[in-house]
């Protein structure tokens, strides 16, 4: 079993493989720009960790990992423009470097790399990576509606609020792993049990 050191190394090496056109510049910096920064890259790491569960050749499931990472950051980018966010992990957002429509733009080539990238994985497991995919980048924008509703609101119910954290965080840490499993030939029900780990971990995450 490969540790995590080692997952965080293989992960930053395939970003940094990740190519961009050179024109237009104003499309593409602001990708290279926002996948630059020091993060924690938990996603993918959450892919490689459950796929090394069930098989050590976690270059298999590199593909959907860095998907993830790339699909996460094109939220992020959203995010700061919604909430008018002047910095992200210490560095101004994108939307204040350029502008909002690039911004826009830019995150949206993010989300069609990220398909990109799932159409490299293996014809077996590709619709069910695609299925859980699919699924939980629509929660995460509903999640995100709900979060911008609640602004305006003056009391949140305590279950309205946990499916609302649920959505815009727990779901894709969970997604990331029952991925990582699926890709690893996990049986159906490996992959609920740590789907299920992925969604406590994230509302405990958020919670805190």
């Not at 727990?170 to 992925?198: P, T």
Request: glycine content about 6%; hydrophobic content about 45%; overall charge negative.
């Amino acid at each position: 079993m490969k540790g995590l050191a080692k997952f965080r190394k293989i992960i930053e090496e395939e970003i940094e493989k990740l190519s961009y056109p050179t024109s237009p510049e104003r499309l593409y910096n602001p990708i290279k720009y926002i996948m630059g920064m020091e993060g924690k890259r938990m996603r993918p790491l959450l892919v490689l960790m459950a796929h090394n569960i069930f098989n050590e050749n976690v270059e298999k499931s590199l593909p959907s990992a860095i998907a993830l990472e790339l699909f996460h950051n094109f939220t992020l980018l959203h995010d700061d423009i919604m909430d008018n966010a002047p910095l992200r992990r210490g560095n101004p957002t994108v939307h204040e470097r350029w502008n909002r429509n690039i911004a826009i733009l830019s995150g949206d080539v993010m989300m069609i790399k990220a398909y990109q990238l799932l159409a490299n994985l293996e014809g077996s497991v590709l619709q069910e990576v695609l299925d859980v995919f699919n699924k939980v980048a629509i929660e995460v924008c509903e999640g995100q509606q709900q979060d911008m509703d609640f602004e305006n609101e003056e009391d949140v119910s305590l279950v309205d609020y946990m499916r609302m954290i649920k959505y815009k965080t727990a779901v894709l840490l969970a997604a990331s792993l029952q991925i990582g499993a699926i890709v690893a030939g996990a049986s159906q029900e490996d992959q609920a049990h740590l789907y299920e780990f992925g969604v406590n971990m994230g509302i405990a995450f958020q919670l805190k």
